[in-house]
């Protein structure tokens, strides 16, 4: 289980609260570790389904075969989801925040089936978001790994928070 714990940060009466940080989680530095989650022949055979994306490299066992990698390999947008889903909870104390894109995304390794991955997340930035009165935007850079503690991904997730 996740062990990143939230805590809120409450405001002193007369700040200014539209440029407070609420939430540790929000404060650049802030660190963590996902739960690990093992991608499965079904999670390529699914997501390879629902994307229309059936190349040979994913769907293709004996043709895989052939390939650089010599075995199938996972879909980099399977990978991405699968991360992006390790990092939320639905503990309403840590507030409202939605997924506004991502930056510098990045496939480095190929994922297997059998592969475990986890991500380590870091808050890069957080600031007032400069199109939308009360929100924050925060950044965080998300190191994606295996069990081998490769990083098979890396990218920049944008997040805006919404005011209380």
């Known amino acids: 289980m996740d062990e990143r714990r939230v805590k809120t940060i409450f405001y002193r009466k007369g700040e200014n609260m539209s440029d407070q940080i609420a939430y540790e989680c929000d404060e650049v ?3 963590y570790k996902t739960r690990g989650r093992t991608i499965g022949e079904s999670d390529i055979i699914f997501h390879g389904g629902q994307t229309g994306d059936l190349f040979p490299a994913h769907m293709d066992a004996e043709a895989a075969k052939k390939s650089v990698y010599k075995q ?11 991360a992006m889903g390790l990092k939320y ?6 507030g409202v925040r939605i997924s506004y894109g991502y930056d510098r995304l990045r496939f480095l390794k ?3 089936i059998g592969d475990t991955i986890f991500a380590n ?9 400069p199109k939308r009165a009360g929100f924050r935007r925060v ?6 790994k295996n069990q081998r503690d490769e990083t ?5 997730h944008i997040l805006v928070r919404f005011p209380e």
Do not use: C, W
């Open 89 to 94: 909870d639905t503990d309403p104390a840590k």
């Open 29 to 31: 530095g802030y660190k």
């Open 72 to 82: 199938r390999i996972a879909h980099g947008t399977l990978t991405l989801s699968i």
């Open 110 to 112: 190929p994922v297997f």
């Open 152 to 156: 098979v991904l890396a990218v920049q």
């Open 139 to 144: 950044v965080e850079t998300m190191d994606v």
């Open 121 to 129: 997340v870091e808050v890069a930035s957080s600031e007032m978001d």
